[in-house]
């Protein structure tokens, strides 16, 4: 009984440091205790955690992969190799998949969110970039 305690402590606290890790090693700030300015609105995210979130639900996804990223990455790989290829575009097509990344999203979450309240234009756009420096970094070299 107590090795199955002390098994579930070193689990929980491994999970607890990773998440320190992960936000770079100091605790996010708390929005909601800095008074009527720092209140966000229910559903709506903003910032580097709903950047990754969503980046990870698009990567994770495979509907999305099979329908969107799939065909976006061959007709790129097309630009590429006829030297037509222009990053700020790619950005735009990106943009496609995220938004209706967001959207399967918003709809899978059940909070009601509507998906462009949920993530913002910025972070939206920030993911899209993101995308389109993941291909550049893998097809483009």
Do not use: C
Request: positive net charge; glycine residues 10%; hydrophobic residues 35%.
């Amino acid at each position: 009984m107590k090795s199955s305690l002390l098994g579930l402590t070193l689990a929980l606290g491994a999970v607890g440091a990773g998440a320190y890790l992960m936000l770079g090693g100091h605790m996010p700030s708390m929005p909601h205790l800095s008074g009527s300015r720092g209140r966000r609105r229910s559903g709506q995210l903003r910032g580097h955690a709903e950047q990754s979130e969503l980046k990870l639900y698009i990567d994770n996804d495979g509907d999305l992969y099979r329908q969107q990223t799939q065909p976006i990455i061959k007709n790129l790989q097309r630009k590429l190799a006829k030297g037509k290829f222009d990053k700020k575009l790619s950005e735009k097509l990106w943009m496609y998949l995220v938004e209706n990344g967001a959207k399967k999203y918003a709809k899978e979450s059940g909070t009601g969110s509507v998906w462009h309240k949920m993530f913002s234009m910025e972070d939206r756009k920030a993911v899209a970039k993101e995308l389109a420096d993941d291909f550049v970094a893998e097809y483009a070299s």
